[in-house]
């Protein structure tokens, strides 16, 4: 543990900018203690702990049940500041068969604050300090009880808003997909010759077939590639699209609002200028999840009331990922007001022909829309198409889609591209330097290199008792 600490440690950023590297080293080794429960009245509260010898260390307190079981015990301590009691159930986990790989000990009390705040005191007295956010997860990365990809599925599964995110993050919890294991054992496997044949070549007479490695490297450029493309489009679907709907008056924006929201969260009317503040809300389409925001009706002889709202659509227009532009499905011409609004942000506009039940569209747009009775398929289908590069949201199965694994993948392709545009007969060093540059990349992809240093940001997005 100690070991891998200090490389982990000395090869980025520490975790709180005010520790020095002893600290560091120091802190990691000490138990530490953490709520894995909400703090408030309840029938139970949960306690988590880990370190190294926690029966000797918890011996003043109780008698730590045998391993992997759930026992009654009586928490007794006594000190100058008072005395202690408490009736609790109790679990130990031996190291390394544990969550951390260090022996880990859950206490069960009943949930008052008051007596969980007196037992942190005196777990505090026993030597134990407070857990950082992650730090439980953080120790069991360190101690090779997790993978890092195996910790970002973790945070994954702990930030899903939808159903297809929460199933998805289930999914990544194996840790490397198939076709990384494959593609770990088969450039080791090139690592290896490269430097052989760098290193002995003259003396054993090892030399690289070159138009072997050429026909592998281009092949597993083509399937990077392809992974690259669904982390793109993962993407979306962990962080949400962002849309905007804008468009005249009476265009059917708070219609769709609502629709999407299954919530008549909007106030829907004949009277224009009904709409006079933007709304927001979380939706889903299909799988796709969205930020909606309904804006006010664009016209040109806006009150002044309505005109505040108008102006306010301005920042939701250059943060919005998609700005939807409905236009009811009689009209002949665009809208004037509404098109000078959007102008600038024309890269990302789609025109969306409403109320089609009452009659096909005058314009020409990317496509349609009918509430009554509903029909979104097309919608649904040109986000898809637009954000997804075609897939659908439940056939995008994979592990990556943070910006470090898109950084990562793009790397990767450029070590092979560099082989790949070698010539034939180039030094052996060339492609040796190439494949090691892939190798380094890959291994901050799955984390086996200690010097990450995304680290410390991953783990401080945890909880407490994480």
Not at 135 to 159: H, I, P, W, Y
Not at 293 to 302: L, V
Request: a negative charge; one cysteine or more; glycine letters at 6%.
């Amino acid at each position: 543990m100690v070991g891998k600490a200090r490389l982990c440690f000395a090869a980025h950023q520490s975790i709180n900018s005010s520790f020095n590297d002893f600290d560091l080293l120091h802190s990691m080794t000490t138990p530490i203690f953490a709520s894995a429960t909400p703090l408030f009245k309840s029938a139970v509260h949960i306690i988590r702990a880990s370190g190294d010898n926690l029966e000797s260390l918890f011996a003043p307190l109780c008698t730590l049940p045998p391993p992997k079981q759930l026992a009654r015990r009586d928490l007794k301590w006594n000190s100058t500041q008072g005395c202690f009691y408490e009736r609790a159930l109790v679990v130990f986990s031996p190291a390394p068969q544990s969550y951390t790989g260090e022996d880990c000990v859950e206490f069960h009390l009943h949930g008052n604050p008051l007596l969980v705040q007196r037992f942190s005191d005196c777990l505090l007295a026993l030597g134990l300090r407070l857990a950082r956010p992650g730090e439980f997860t953080q120790r069991a990365l360190l101690n090779g009880k997790q993978s890092l990809l195996g910790v970002e599925a973790l945070q994954e599964l702990m930030e899903a808003d939808t159903d297809l995110q929460l199933q998805q993050a289930q999914a990544h919890q194996g840790g490397s997909p198939p076709w990384v294991l494959a593609f770990h054992a088969e450039l080791a496997g090139w690592v290896a010759q490269a430097e052989a044949a760098v290193d002995y070549g003259e003396d054993e007479h090892l030399s690289l077939d070159e138009s072997a490695l050429k026909i592998w490297a281009n092949a597993w450029v083509e399937q990077i590639q392809l992974e690259y493309r669904k982390a793109q489009a993962a993407q979306w679907i962990k962080k949400g699209i962002h849309i905007v709907l804008v468009g005249r008056p009476n265009a059917g924006k708070s219609s769709l609002f609502n629709y999407l929201l299954k919530d008549e969260r909007a106030i829907v009317s004949d009277t224009p200028g009904t709409t006079r503040d933007y709304l927001e809300g979380r939706a889903e389409l299909g799988d796709l999840p969205l930020t909606v925001f309904d804006t006010a009706g664009i016209r040109d002889k806006a009150e002044y009331i309505e005109q505040a709202g108008i102006y306010k659509i301005h920042p939701l227009l250059l943060s919005a990922d998609l700005i939807l532009n409905l236009i009811p499905a009689q009209d002949s011409v665009p809208d004037s007001a509404t098109e000078a609004l959007i102008h600038p942000f024309s890269n990302k506009v789609m025109r969306v022909s409403t109320m089609v039940d009452q009659g096909p569209p005058s314009l020409v747009t990317d496509c349609s829309i009918s509430l009554q009775p509903a029909a979104t398929d097309e919608l649904q289908q040109a986000l898809e198409n637009r954000f997804l590069g075609g897939h659908r949201a439940r056939e995008l199965h994979t592990s990556f889609w943070r910006d470090r694994h898109l950084q990562l993948l793009l790397n990767i392709q450029e070590a092979l591209w560099a082989l790949l545009n070698a010539p034939m007969g180039a030094p052996t060093e060339i492609y040796a330097s190439a494949l090691q540059g892939a190798w380094r990349h890959l291994c901050r992809l799955t984390g086996s290199d200690p010097a990450e240093s995304s680290l410390d940001e991953l783990f401080s997005r945890f909880c407490l008792g994480k």
